[in-house]
């Protein structure tokens, strides 16, 4: 039973941060490309504003794959 | 019949689309940089410009803001009906180019040569759509283009405040239609007019208010009343009403179009391409020689 809930948790570590990733990445990634098509030359900086919402999934990845190797 | 085309195209979703404006929007700031610096016809980049927001837009922006763009076409439409009116079809039909009206609306305009003919015309398209269409003929014969124009753009906005879901455009509109109103009382205090000026219902300010205030025939309260409605720090000065309550509506839309995610952005950006169509306007044609478009609505 324990091991279910270990496993129930990692997958909740990971799963809720990849979705405000997904939701936050849709959002920047929209609006960068809006400054991109009247700003060409913004775009190194929007690749880092799209790229910093990862960092929350990365972060899940971490702490699920710590909850997993305590299984 | 809509009175602005329609389109089937999904669109850009809003925060593309929210994100290009806002950069547009900064760009008006810098005149150096505008691309409205560019052509010798202020009003035809106004008119690119619309026809640009208006079908990059998804659709559900677009019935949003649908009040707003009606407004600013009902402006043109009356614009081509002056011309008419003056015997200047060239000129009408420029007014035509890039418009957002719909393409049965542009035939009739372009085919019809008397200006009762063409407000029976609107009257069968228009009438079950906006219910203010549909006495445009005995307006037009009653009250001439002049009145005409004032009732037309009344009761368009008094129907986009009672139809929009949109907060910050029912603002808008209402902030419009209580300028109207003030500007009304204003003209005919000033010119000492005996005459009751029209009061519209449906904005901020209720015509009790209005009638208060003109029932006093004082000057004074009715320039404090503008001062409340524009909200600004300085007081108007009795030449420059219709600049100051100018004034009072671009901060508030600038405030309103802070929030770089909402429908503020929008309205803001419009308004500002707007003022800087009237600036431009006057820098090229010189503050006496004020074209027929600019004075319109």
Redesign the interface.
């Known amino acids: 039973m324990e091991k279910v809930l270990l496993a129930f948790a990692a997958a909740l570590a990971v799963g809720i941060p990849a979705i405000a990733t997904a939701w936050a990445q849709s959002?920047i990634g929209?609006?960068?490309?809006?400054?991109l098509?009247?700003?060409p030359e913004m775009t190194g900086t929007i690749i880092i504003l799209v790229a910093i919402p990862e960092t929350m999934v990365i972060l899940g990845f971490v702490v699920a794959a710590m909850i997993l190797v305590m299984i | 019949m809509k009175l602005l085309y329609e389109i089937a195209a999904p669109g850009a979703p809003s925060d593309y689309l929210y994100a290009r404006i806002r950069s547009r929007r900064a760009e008006l700031d810098v005149r150096e940089k505008s691309r409205w610096g560019r052509s010798a016809d202020p009003r035809a980049d106004l008119r690119l410009e619309y026809k640009w927001v208006y079908e990059e837009m998804n659709q559900q922006l677009r019935n949003r803001l649908l009040p707003v763009f009606e407004y600013f076409e009902l402006k043109t439409l009356i614009i081509a009906l002056r011309y008419m009116a003056a015997g200047d079809p060239s000129s009408m039909f420029a007014q035509l180019q890039l418009s957002l009206l719909q393409p049965q609306i542009i035939k009739v305009l372009r085919e019809t040569k008397q200006v009762a003919l063409l407000t029976a015309a609107l009257e069968r398209f228009l009438a079950e759509e906006y219910p203010y269409f549909s006495d445009l003929t005995k307006t037009y014969l009653r009250e001439g283009p002049g009145g005409l124009e004032q009732v037309l753009v009344g009761r368009c906005l008094q129907q986009g405040i009672a139809r929009s879901r949109s907060r910050q455009v029912r603002e808008f509109l209402r902030y419009l239609l209580d300028m109207r109103n003030l500007q009304a009382m204003y003209k005919h205090l000033r010119w000492q007019v005996p005459v009751t000026p029209p009061i519209l219902s449906g904005g901020g300010l209720s015509p009790a208010a209005c009638e208060k205030v003109w029932a006093e025939k004082n000057l004074t309260s009715l320039l404090e009343l503008i001062r409340k409605q524009a909200k600004l720090v300085d007081s108007p000065s009795e030449d420059g009403v219709e600049d100051y309550l100018l004034r009072g509506l671009s901060a508030r839309l600038r405030r309103g179009g802070r929030d770089p995610l909402q429908l503020g952005v929008v309205i803001d950006y419009l308004w500002r391409c707007q003022l800087e169509t009237r600036t431009r306007g006057r820098e090229l044609a010189g503050v006496e020689q004020v074209r027929v478009e600019e004075t319109a609505g």
């Not at chain 1, 929209?30 to 400054?35: I, L, S």
């Open positions: 959002r929209a609006a960068g490309a809006g400054t098509a009247e700003k």
